[in-house]
Each structure stands twice: as C-alpha cells, then as structure tokens.
C-alpha cells in the first residue's frame, strides 16, 4: 500500500463507491469512479437491485459526517415497527425501538443519483460504461472495455466497491492464499407493487415494515413516499413449496390468494409484475484479505450479505465513515490506514453477516410466534428499566451506530442465553411482570 | 446435459484429465484434451505440482479397469507404514495394514506421461498450450488462446479436469447460485531431497514414509524408484516459527540441525533446492453443483484437497471410476449420469476433503504421541480378531474401495467414539490386551 496516494480509482458507482468518493474527494483526493453501467441519472429504467433500502442510523452517520443526511431522511418514509398479518389478516404490531426510535425507508435509485450529483459537486469523474476486465495489481492498473475500445488507466490506488460479483475481487480471488467463499441460501425473491388508493391514499398503514410470516417464507411491504409499497416475496426456488412450482398465472394467483389474501386484494398488478420481474438469489460473500498491494475492497465487494437486517447499505457506508475516522486518526498514510480498516471491518462484517442470515428466521417464522414476541416484550420492559444495562441486539445493531457489529453480535448472544432461561420461567406469560428484571439485567456482563 | 454426446472436449491433461480421455475414449466417444501447458513428454523440465504421490486402492482399482494397474505398479516403491523420526533420531514403525497392506510411491510425471501416451493409443487428440479463457455454457464452447491465435471448439460435452484452479469452474462461478468456497491452511510447503549413497543406496529405509512430527509442523520423505527420497516440508508461512523467519542460509541450516538432524546430514543439497524450490501454499476447494447444462467438473476442479491423506489423484482416478460405472449402469445416457455422478461424488469428496485436514494433525502431531499409537495398535488388534466388523479408518479409506469415503469418514467418527471410552480405561497401557475385544468390535453399531 503506497502511503500517500494523490491519484485513487474507485470502481463502481453504486451507493458506497459513490459515498466514498464524496469523502475521499472532500479530502483533497483526485477521484475518478468508474462503472460498468450506463449513468441511471439520464435514462432511468428502474429494475436491477432491490428498490428501496431501509436506511438506519449507521448509514445516517455516515451521511451526516459530509453533511447529506437531513436531505435524505425528507425523501424516506419512518417505519417504526414490524406490522404481522397472519393469513386471516390479524395484525400485530412490534415497535423496532423502545423509546420511538424508526428506520427510514428510502429509494435506492435516487439516493444513488443524489450521491453521484454530490460527489460530482466535489470535483469527482464518473466514467460511465467502463467495464472493468483486468486488473494489475503490481502496477495499480485497470484495463477497461468501453463501448468505442479498450483503456488502461494507472492510479496510486484503486478501490474496488463493485458489489457482491465485484470484478476487483476476482483479480484478488487468483492471487494466492486468497479466502473466498460464496454462498446462497435456498430462498430467493421476487418485487411486486401495491399502488395507492383512489385518492392517492396509502392502502396498507404508512409507517411500518409489513410482513406476512410464513414459516418457511415471507412476504414484506415497504412504503414509499409515493404512496405505493414495494412488495418482496421470499421463497424457496425449488421444493414443495417454491418458484419452480409457480409456473402460470393461476398457479400464482391461487398461491397469493391462499397465504397473503388481505394483500392481494390490493395489488392488481401483480400477475403482470410476477410475469415481467425476475426471480433474484441472495448470496453471502465473505473473503480476505480486503487489501493487496494498492488495492482495496469495500462494502459489498468485501462483504455482501443478504438483505434480512437492512444492512446492506449501512455497512457499506459505515466502512465510508470508519475508513474516513483512520485517514484522520493517521494523517493519511494509507499504510497504516488499510490493515487497520481490514481489521477493524472484517471482524463486524462477519458479525453482520451472521446476523442478517439469522434474522431472515425471525422475520419469516418467530414473529409469528407468541412466545417469542413475549420474549421481545419482556426485553423491552427490561431496557427500559435499565436503558444502558440491557440494549436489544436489534436496537444495538440499527440504532447505536456506536456500537460494532461485532460487539453487539457478543453481547446478544449472551442476552439470549439469560433470556432462555428468563422464558423457561413456569406460566411466564401470566407472570413476567413480576419477574426480578434488575436481577435479570445485572446478569448480563458487558464486555471486556 | 445432452443426453447421448458424440464428441467430448476435456480440459486439462493432467492425471485425471488424461485417465478419464482413456475410459472415454474405449467407450466410443471421440475425445479431445486441451492443455494449458506444453507436452511434458517432449521437454521435461520438472517443477510445477509435487513430484511424488501415494498410489493406493482406489487409484490402483481405476487403473485396473483400463488395464493399466500392472504396469504402473512396476514403476512404484511400496511403503509398507510411517516410520517416525523423533529428535533425536530414534525410529518408530506403525503399519498402515495389519495384513501387511501398503501403498505406493510413484513419481507423477511418470504416470502422468504414460497415461498419455496411453491415451493417444486408444485415438485420443491432445492439444498442448491451449489456454482456456472462456467457456459458453450455453453453446458447450471452448475459447483457447494458443501460441498463434484465439480458437473456438464447440462439442457436445465439456469436462473441466482443469484442477484446483480450474477455469471451467470459474465460468461456473459466475453462474447465479453457485456454491464456492476455497481455504488456505496456513502452511505451505517446500520439496527437498535426499540424493541415494555412494553405492547408490537408499539412504533411509526404502519401504516407508517417513514422518519428522514436530507438532505444530513436520517434515516427510516418501522413496523414489532411484535410490532417492522427496523430502517435503509442511510449515506455516507466517509466525514464530515459520517460512518468514528463514530469510538466509544460516538461519535455514540451524533449523534443520536443530529440528530435523539426522536427515539434514544426508541432504547435501538442502540450502540449494531450499532457495531455488517454491514455496507452494495448500488449499480446500469446495464447490456445487458440478454440472451446468452440458459441462462437468471432475478430479481437483470439483473438489481440491490437501495432500495429507494421499488421496488428491486417488480420489480424482475413483471420479473417472465411477462415472464409468454410472455411463455402464445408464447405457451413456449422461442426462442421468451426471447428476447421479455428482450426487454420489460430492458426498464423497466432502468427506474425504475434512479427513485430509483432519490427518495433517494425526501425522505433525499424533504419531508423536505414545497413547496415540497405543490407541491405534488396540484397533489394530481388534481389526486382527474382527477384520469384517471392525476396519481402522485408514485403512477404510486407503485399502478399502468398495467402501465410499462417506461412508468411512462416519464409521471413523462412530469408532473415535468407542476409543475414546476405551483410553479412559485406568492404566490402559498396561492392562489393554485384558480388554473384552469383542464387546468393543459389537458395540461399533453398522451403517443402516
């Protein structure tokens, strides 16, 4: 790793290269971003990844330190709780913090397109349509396709941000004693639309995470500020219960009808959007080291994971903020700064990758459960009881951006050990309120 | 997969490569192999993979069925067990078979050249500096770069035999939900030698793989039909005690006199095949599925092991094996062959990829250990009075083909299990041969 680069390439020009290159630009960097697809700002066509994210406080932070936060939280829509609907349309909400607290949830298109603006505000150069297809990690070179002909560009350092198949990491992956692994889980997912109402009225309660927990799959609602919901279905690709066994319109309509009959009520799209969308997998990418020379990887090409905690895109840009902490801390020597930033990452990216694994159960399958929302309530009374002594592990990974990953994955862990035995109380549900919750909170040992 | 293929391309003419061009090509297809690199047979220059290997039952059945077992065995050195050196050159035998079983020393090159030219026998067209660099899955065609130009070969079947960093398997890769993972251990490894006498004497005891178990490493030397012995290293790259702090000569030579002095003393040759030899690193390929339309992974390319059981071409030689089988089971309609293939096979090749990690720590650590031997000479004997109800693990995998490795790798657990009980017997070494042998052999519970 050179120690005082001038010249950094950035590959990709999605949320966190584009985030990225704000930060590096504003300090003082020549930034140039280059992306394999054309520039969404001038012909948006939608479709690719998912359609809005859930942005959460560590994202936030990170948008605060460049001074773009307050103007993306006016685009999203606060959704404080997971709203159930059982299959008679029973509803059940759990609110997501104890005291109000709300994920926001937000357009990935155009936060993206704001970032690009920003960042071209800074001085920053897009290159758009630039397929990365070499890389020389000896001489911090990338070789390009672009639409006319084929260009070497040399910088003093190349960041490869280039999501989840990141072309950067495949030139790691041949190196030698490279880590790699991919794997995805049996499930994958397909977007629907809920439309507004006659008079432009949200059809579902605004200010919620809808999800209709089916065992072994799911249906979720997020709001935009449109008032249209943007509908995933989780589902197994093969098996009994699966895509491959919804293979014309009845088929389908049937299958909604049958298991999320309140919503389907309200989406008249949804055999063309069934038709016309595609069927997308949910990898989980870990690797390392995320540094080779003069070359680093960030957010997902680093550490993709799948979507079940809305973290996505909140550890991409926490990898902006603690990259931009190091840089400080070390007066920009980028030797110290990259095995540092790796370190640090790594150990929370496996953690949050775990995490949102672990939680695709709780949202499809546990929250359906009365004896683990009594859990979830007693774990509230508890924090609020004892707000510093007892965080839930969904409020200490969404909403206490000072906290790691990897801490908060600890420290759940051994919240859930106290909890078990907490629920194997005799007749809990009749006498919770009773129970010794300042007892139950000392259990609890911080770490270190 | 096409159901009945006329022409099969295969790419990579290494052992398993050319072997399985030998079985398909007596079965009637027209065979292709395309090699990345020259025709060994005309310019040998050595290097590159290691250069003995352990021939053993499951290798010598596939060869067997090409008629090709006799000759090969000629060629080798029967080691009859692991003859461990302790530091101070004192010498313990342990035998791999109890009836006097053992496996084979054989130079890969060798073999690898004699299956060729085997293979050229049965009509099999080989081309050399063919590099792979694009693979269409959908059309079943290869693009090679060779010496000259960019050439395209289309076929009905295209079999990556291509090893552990195979280029089929990387276009499968990049396929959606493909499982991938590949591991470094931390060690790597160096080859040395051990030139023969002045008479031209084996200058260790010719019939057995030695073993300098050091714990946390170890250094081995498996005999060479002339007289010499390949010398192989196993130690980390990074740490207290590793590669990295053997930086010159001295340092080199005052770890082998004092890690390993009986054989640094007749190893001449040690400091300058130490600087002029690699050092290689040592990696777990895991990845499925193997098949994708009309294009197979098979050997070191759908499963690469480290070398610590022998079993990487064993394993690879029982592919070409096996798939034969299901071709006769099937009268070659690969539309059932292959995905049964791959569902027999990965099973195996998981297993036989943990026992081989599990052995690196048997041979650096165990076989240093007097309960450890204590503990293998009890099953020995329990083998002796039981042989069909009880088969110590190595022996299962090594000398018993007709047993699956899965199926070895869950007997092995179920016999650690009784051991286990058995050594905790008080004063086990002097009162084991009192033990009820056969209560021990009837309590090893079948599979199924």
Known sequence: MKKKPTTISIVGAGLVGSLLSIYLARRGYQVSVYERRFDMRKNFLGGGRSINLALSNRGIRALEEVGLA????????????????????????????????????????????????????????????????????????????????IRHHQSDLIIGADGAFSAIRAALQVSDRFEYSQHYIEHGYKELRIPPGEKGEFMLEREALHIWPRESYM?????????????????????ENSFQKLTNDEEVMAFFK???????????????????????????????????????????????????????????????????QLLDKYQDDWSKVAPEFEKLRKADADAIAQLAL?????????????????????????????PKQWIPLYSMVTFHDEIRY?????????????????????????????????????SLKPLQ
Chains 1, 2 share one sequence.
């Open 358 to 386: 672990d939680n695709f159960v709780e949202m499809r399958d546990l929250v359906a459960d009365p004896e683990f929302l009594l859990r979830k309530k007693i774990e509230a009374r508890i924090h609020e009881l004892f």
């Open 70 to 149: 307050a103007e993306m939280k006016k685009h999203s829509v606060p959704m404080k709780g997971r709203l159930m609907h059982d299959i008679n349309g029973k509803l059940t909400f759990q609110p997501y913090g104890t005291s109000g607290q709300y994920i926001n949830s937000i357009s990935r298109s155009g936060l993206n397109m704001f970032l690009m603006d920003e960042a071209e505000k800074q001085g920053v150069n897009f290159f758009f349509e630039y397929r990365c297809i070499d890389v020389n990690l000896e001489k911090t070179e990338l070789t390009f396709q672009n639409q006319h002909d």
């Open 219 to 239: 249906l979720i609602a997020l709001p935009n500020p449109d008032a249209t919901f943007t509908v995933t279905l989780f589902y197994p690709f093969e098996g």
């Open 258 to 324: 049958k298991t999320f009959p309140d919503v389907t009520a309200i989406m008249p799209s949804l055999l063309e959007d069934f038709r016309d969308n595609p069927t997308s997998s949910l990898v989980t990418i870990r690797c390392a080291p995320w540094v080779k020379n003069s070359t680093l990887l960030i957010g997902d090409a680093a550490h993709g994971i799948v979507p079940f905690y809305g973290q996505g895109m909140n550890a991409g840009f926490e990898d902006c903020a603690v990259l931009n």
């Open 406 to 442: 990897s801490d908060a994955q600890e420290m759940g862990k051994r919240q859930k050990a106290i909890m078990d035995k907490v629920m194997a109380t005799p007749d809990i549900e009749k006498n919770w309120e009773k129970l010794n919750f300042g007892e139950i909170a000392s």
